[in-house]
């Protein structure tokens, strides 16, 4: 006799982009603005002054205060979101236990929104609420697991470790290059470094990579060249 195949398994790759989203994000936005921050700062700094002391301790300054900034930014927003989740799981919870028929009712409709039929709906709905009521209704009305609450942990780390990687690069590059070539080597290899980070956001997202190349590259490249302007001005009339 031919044993039926079980199909409960998940799709790991699906499992896996949407276990890492949250901390993807935020440790994409670290190193983007880790490396975009810190380069316009550099290189505004560098077109005023050539002085190695003052750019060394610009950028370290400035990766320290960044990187902290971003990491406690995350941790608070994140952590605000987390609460606001319980805060609606705890509410969903009380009205389970204060109309449950009403709650069985809405999962239903719930059902029957995604195309079943009344009949499968309701049977769905009740197999559902027999199991894990709260689980139910807080994926299909809230859009909530609650297995899978945010962490604002993962996210402040992903996020202060991040934004310290992505500005190293400029640092590095404005503290050791010849001083007639601070300013374009940095912008080089912040361009590459921004590809690099669009490329990796695109790849774990599944989302178009030119997209995220372009977004990343002209943004960082603005910014630096706005700073380089205004550090030139500094410079000169100052």
């Given amino acids: 006799m031919t044993e039926t195949p079980h199909h409960t398994a998940s799709f790991p790759d699906e499992d896996a982009v949407s276990g890492r989203l949250n901390a993807l994000r935020a440790g994409v936005l670290g190193a983007n603005d880790g490396i975009v921050s810190i380069a316009a700062l550099l290189v505004g700094v560098v077109a005023a002054t050539n002085d190695a002391t ?15 900034s971003m990491g406690v930014g995350e941790y608070v927003s994140v952590s605000s979101q987390r609460d606001a989740e319980r805060a609606q799981l705890e509410r969903e919870k009380a009205w389970h236990d204060h109309r449950p028929e009403w709650e069985l009712d809405q999962l239903t409709r719930l059902h029957m929104e995604t195309g079943m039929s009344e009949a499968t709906a309701r049977a769905a709905a009740i ?18 697991d609650p297995e899978e609450l945010v962490n604002p942990w993962h996210a402040a780390f992903a996020s202060l470790f991040a934004f310290t990687l992505g500005g190293i690069f400029p640092l590095l590059t404005a503290v050791l290059a010849p001083d007639a070539l601070k300013v374009p080597l940095t912008f080089l290899v912040v361009i590459i470094a921004l590809a690099v980070s669009g490329t990796v956001s695109a790849r774990l997202g599944h989302a178009p990579r030119l997209r995220a190349i372009v977004r990343n590259v002209v943004g960082g490249s603005l910014a630096m060249a706005i700073t380089y302007g205004i550090g030139t001005f500094a410079g000169v009339h100052l």
């Fill in 127 to 144: 197999e559902q609420t027999a199991f894990d009521p709260l689980a139910a209704h807080a994926r299909a009305h809230l859009g909530i």
């Fill in 54 to 68: 003052v750019i060394l301790t610009t950028a370290l300054a400035g990766i320290a205060a960044g990187a902290l």
